[in-house]
């Protein structure tokens, strides 16, 4: 559900370069792609098998002369890819970055739930990732929105944030952080997204279209 509504919020343009920090096996990526068909993606993974995995899913969909993954580590930095800027970056960084409060479903599945330099090296490589004025977008913890937000802020700005529901009488679960790299204008807090009617748990008309590739998660 995360890369969905990351995928969604994705604006980029005809010829624009996007880039995403922890792609796994490419779900959001090839949403994105999906339905921005004019313009290129670049995905990043440490884990060599999801990432070869990512490669065979954009060979299956035919995307893979305007989708290419590379295996490499978020937490060593942009630079390490030796890779230029892009239009936009985006990221569903890992949600936890302290041991004693994870408990991963399985070892194998510590890396995409455990940010090993916190998520300060995830902001620092997407920060990095965007020339000025690019597109930084995360989805996130509600939680951490405060970390975010004071992370991307020396370099960043324009922030426009949306909330992420599961009910509309429920607090956000989830929260999409959309920054711009030297950006100075007012933050913007948008309405919520809520995800499930209390009617058997069912999805809102809203996010039905958003998961079926009908509307975007616009800002």
Do not use: Y
Request: glycine fraction near 10%; charge should be neutral.
């Amino acid at each position: 559900m995360d890369a969905a509504l990351l995928a969604a919020t994705c604006d980029a343009g005809p010829g624009d370069r996007v880039i995403e920090a922890g792609c796994g096996v490419g779900g959001a990526l090839l949403a994105a792609a999906a339905r921005r068909p004019g313009s290129r993606f670049h995905g990043v993974e440490r884990d060599p098998q999801a990432a070869e995995l990512a490669r065979g899913n954009a060979a299956l969909n035919k995307m893979s002369d305007r989708v290419e993954i590379t295996t490499g580590e978020v937490e060593v930095g942009f630079r390490a890819l030796d890779l230029p800027v892009f239009d936009a970056a985006m990221s569903n960084p890992p949600f936890f970055d302290d041991p004693g409060a994870l408990r991963a479903p399985s070892p194998a599945k510590t890396g995409a739930w455990m940010a090993d330099g916190g998520l300060a090296a995830w902001t620092g490589f997407l920060l990095k990732a965007v020339r000025e004025g690019g597109s930084i977008t995360i989805i996130h913890r509600a939680d951490r929105l405060a970390d975010i937000l004071a992370l991307l802020a020396p370099k960043a700005g324009s922030f426009k944030v949306r909330p992420i529901q599961p009910f509309a009488d429920a607090p956000a679960k989830r929260v999409i952080v959309r920054a711009i790299k030297t950006g100075k204008a007012p933050l913007v807090l948008f309405p919520a997204l809520v995800l499930h009617e209390r009617d058997g748990g069912h999805h809102s008309a809203a996010a039905e279209a958003i998961f079926r590739g009908e509307a975007d998660l616009g800002w």
